[in-house]
């Protein structure tokens, strides 16, 4: 059956979108997760993902055309299916929807909302922070009641099912309740905060919880599409290769101006740049970029042992820990992939003695810092190049292959795994994986991590070799069709023109999917992969 994607509601201040560009096209297979198109809001231009799976029967509205939210965006469906009625029918609604709305707004009720919202008070709601989350956990407050808050400010860090993430407000104000607590989980669109003028007296918006007093115009809060998030905060790439945090208003302002973000001083926490950064910054002010190192890895990467209660000998002690959001979706998602995808596991024995030359040369060069694991990561990429079918997905219709390669990173932090995603790892080089993967890293252990630099891997690595673990089998990180497992360097006895000397080996097992991959191609895959790692000059052609 098909169904009907509305223009979605991508900020809070967002009232029309504008299609910058449409990533699929009439015809095209569509499944959950696809990114349908680029639409731009008012604070920032963003990658809109489909939750539906099908065919794109129709689009209606074109590249550069702009229409207000919930407008007719798109019909997904079964290939063939007559839609003229959903077209006709959307089109309708269209005309009536400010009359309905004037009647709605007519009715003694909702009359008495819009006369119970004070001057200037604005409630906000718990966001939408990834395309998965339902509900999200305050982790910090950086503001309190009482605090004044501009446009730009970080109010908050909510935790979602992906990452923490810094929450940022696009009122100025007062900070006048928080109606979520530290630690404490609230559904999306639940009661976050009222801000608004110091002083005004906000009990009757509490006592409602902030439904029934917003100021939003009545389309608005007839239904939340799917799609609904908060404009994240941007991370621009500096020229020195740190990341640079940026407001999505001060990142469109920089672009239309033509300003470098990397030349602009921020004023807000963590040296984020805000819109009053960008419009008052003046090329005769810029300083000369300091110079920076290369960020190390979080301390939190082996965080403090916590203190456990003494218990006697002989006693039974248990301690319940709650599941994070984070533990639910892991737990949910590697279950669908064990129990859905047909997994079989390949094993290979890699010789590491010219790697570890190779690395030994490359580090010796002034500020260059490479891991085996960003060799194997090259390797990887340049394999999957020869070997697309291992590069693909799974779908009921059909196998899609991709030629691009996105390789996934499995990090592990405090509550569990993420997966950042280098984009077209196939065409960085040894240095290039090196500096990627220790910001990557770095940010997923301080929950810095964006939601897009978690999407679009076509293939995964995990590496436990660091651990000291010489082989594993893992769960492939779905839709992929393969993830592979790393192990650790082992020195140990080995045959080399029939004579017994000693060598540095490591395993590699690569998890398939057996709806898309044979025993045959996955073999021929770690064939071509020993080949590089074993002879790393060839990486380098």
Same mark, same amino acid.
């Given at each position: 059956?098909?169904?009907?994607?509305?223009?979605?509601?991508?900020?809070?201040?967002?009232?029309?979108?504008?299609?910058?560009?449409?990533?699929?096209k009439?015809?095209?297979?569509? +499944?959950?997760?696809?990114?349908?198109a680029?639409?731009?809001?008012?604070?920032?231009?963003?990658?809109?993902?489909?939750?539906?799976?099908g065919?794109?029967?129709?689009?209606?509205?074109?590249?550069?055309?702009?229409?207000?939210?919930?407008?007719?965006?798109?019909?997904?469906?079964?290939?063939?299916?007559?839609?003229s009625?959903?077209? +006709?029918?959307?089109?309708?609604p269209?005309a009536?929807?400010?009359?309905?709305?004037?009647?709605?707004?007519?009715? *003694?009720?909702?009359?008495?909302?819009?006369?119970?919202?004070?001057?200037?008070v604005?409630?906000?709601?718990?966001?939408?922070?990834?395309?998965?989350?339902?509900?999200?956990?305050?982790?910090?407050?950086?503001?309190?009641?009482?605090?004044?808050?501009?446009?730009?400010d970080?109010?908050?860090?909510?935790?979602?099912?992906?990452?923490t993430?810094?929450?940022?407000?696009?009122?100025?104000?007062?900070?006048?309740?928080?109606?979520?607590?530290?630690?404490?989980?609230?559904?999306?669109?639940?009661?976050? *905060?009222i801000?608004?003028?110091?002083?005004?007296?906000?009990?009757?918006?509490?006592?409602?919880?902030?439904?029934?007093?917003?100021?939003?115009?009545?389309?608005?809060?007839?239904?939340?599409?799917?799609?609904?998030?908060?404009?994240?905060?941007?991370?621009?790439?500096?020229?020195?290769?740190? /990341?640079?945090?940026?407001?999505?208003?001060?990142?469109?302002?920089?672009?239309?101006?033509?300003?470098?973000?990397?030349?602009?001083?921020?004023?807000?926490?963590?040296? /984020?740049?805000?819109?009053?950064?960008?419009?008052?910054?003046?090329?005769?002010?810029?300083?000369?970029?300091?110079?920076t190192?290369?960020?190390?890895?979080?301390?939190?990467?082996a965080?403090?042992?916590?203190?456990?209660?003494?218990?006697?000998?002989?006693?039974?002690?248990?301690?319940?820990?709650?599941?994070?959001?984070? /533990?639910?979706?892991?737990?949910?998602?590697?279950?669908e992939?064990?129990?859905?995808?047909?997994?079989?596991?390949?094993?290979?024995e890699?010789?590491?003695?010219?790697?570890?030359? +190779? /690395?030994?040369?490359?580090?010796?060069?002034?500020?260059?810092?490479?891991?085996?694991?960003?060799?194997?990561?090259?390797?990887?990429?340049?394999?999957?190049?020869?070997?697309?079918?291992?590069?693909?997905?799974?779908?009921?219709?059909?196998?899609?292959?991709?030629?691009?390669?996105?390789?996934?990173?499995?990090?592990?932090?405090?509550?569990?795994l993420?997966?950042p995603?280098?984009?077209?790892?196939?065409?960085?080089?040894?240095?290039?994986?090196g500096?990627?993967?220790?910001?990557?890293?770095?940010?997923?252990?301080?929950?810095?991590?964006?939601?897009?630099?978690?999407?679009? +891997?076509?293939?995964?690595?995990?590496?436990?070799?660091?651990?000291?673990?010489?082989?594993?089998?893992?769960?492939?990180?779905?839709?992929?069709?393969?993830?592979?497992?790393?192990?650790?360097?082992?020195?140990?006895?080995?045959?080399?023109?029939?004579?017994?000397?000693?060598?540095?080996?490591?395993?590699?097992?690569?998890?398939?999917?057996?709806?898309?991959?044979?025993?045959?191609?996955?073999?021929?895959?770690?064939?071509?992969?020993?080949?590089?790692?074993?002879?790393?000059?060839?990486?380098?052609?």
């Amino acid at each position: 059956m098909a169904t009907i994607i509305t223009m979605p509601r991508l900020s809070d201040t967002m009232t029309e979108g504008t299609v910058a560009t449409w990533l699929k096209k009439v015809g095209d297979k569509v +499944s959950e997760g696809d990114m349908l198109a680029e639409i731009e809001t008012d604070k920032a231009t963003m990658e809109f993902e489909s939750f539906n799976e099908g065919t794109l029967l129709y689009i209606g509205i074109k590249e550069g055309e702009t229409a207000p939210i919930d407008s007719l965006l798109a019909i997904i469906g079964n290939e063939g299916e007559d839609i003229s009625a959903l077209i +006709s029918g959307a089109a309708a609604p269209k005309a009536e929807a400010p009359v309905e709305a004037k009647k709605e707004e007519a009715a *003694a009720p909702a009359a008495a909302t819009t006369a119970a919202l004070p001057a200037g008070v604005v409630v906000v709601t718990m966001p939408r922070l990834s395309d998965t989350m339902t509900e999200g956990t305050v982790a910090t407050w950086l503001k309190k009641v009482g605090d004044k808050v501009s446009e730009g400010d970080m109010l908050a860090e909510i935790e979602t099912d992906k990452a923490t993430m810094e929450f940022e407000s696009f009122n100025e104000g007062t900070l006048l309740y928080i109606g979520i607590k530290e630690g404490e989980s609230a559904p999306i669109d639940s009661l976050l *905060a009222i801000i608004g003028p110091a002083g005004t007296d906000v009990s009757s918006i509490v006592a409602s919880g902030g439904t029934a007093p917003v100021a939003a115009p009545v389309e608005e809060t007839k239904a939340a599409p799917a799609a609904q998030t908060a404009a994240p905060v941007v991370q621009e790439a500096a020229a020195n290769g740190q /990341r640079i945090l940026a407001s999505p208003l001060a990142k469109k302002i920089a672009s239309e101006k033509g300003i470098q973000l990397h030349q602009v001083k921020g004023s807000g926490e963590n040296g /984020r740049i805000t819109k009053s950064d960008v419009e008052n910054f003046t090329p005769q002010a810029t300083a000369a970029p300091a110079a920076t190192t290369s960020a190390a890895p979080a301390k939190s990467e082996a965080a403090a042992p916590v203190a456990k209660p003494y218990v006697p000998a002989g006693q039974i002690a248990t301690e319940e820990i709650k599941n994070s959001t984070m /533990r639910k979706i892991i737990a949910k998602r590697l279950a669908e992939s064990l129990f859905t995808a047909p997994h079989y596991n390949l094993v290979i024995e890699v010789t590491m003695d010219e790697a570890m030359k +190779s /690395r030994a040369v490359i580090n010796s060069v002034p500020d260059t810092k490479v891991s085996f694991n960003d060799m194997v990561i090259k390797a990887s990429a340049l394999a999957l190049k020869k070997h697309p079918k291992i590069n693909s997905q799974w779908s009921a219709d059909a196998i899609t292959i991709n030629y691009h390669v996105n390789i996934g990173v499995a990090v592990a932090v405090e509550d569990g795994l993420v997966v950042p995603v280098l984009p077209f790892t196939d065409g960085m080089s040894l240095s290039q994986i090196g500096t990627s993967v220790r910001d990557l890293a770095g940010r997923a252990k301080n929950k810095k991590l964006l939601p897009t630099e978690m999407e679009g +891997s076509t293939f995964t690595i995990s590496n436990l070799g660091m651990f000291g673990i010489t082989e594993f089998n893992s769960i492939i990180n779905q839709p992929n069709s393969a993830i592979l497992s790393v192990g650790a360097i082992v020195e140990k006895p080995v045959v080399k023109n029939g004579q017994i000397v000693v060598g540095n080996t490591m395993m590699l097992s690569l998890a398939c999917d057996h709806r898309t991959i044979d025993g045959a191609t996955g073999a021929q895959f770690l064939q071509t992969l020993k080949q590089y790692i074993e002879n790393p000059v060839t990486m380098l052609a």
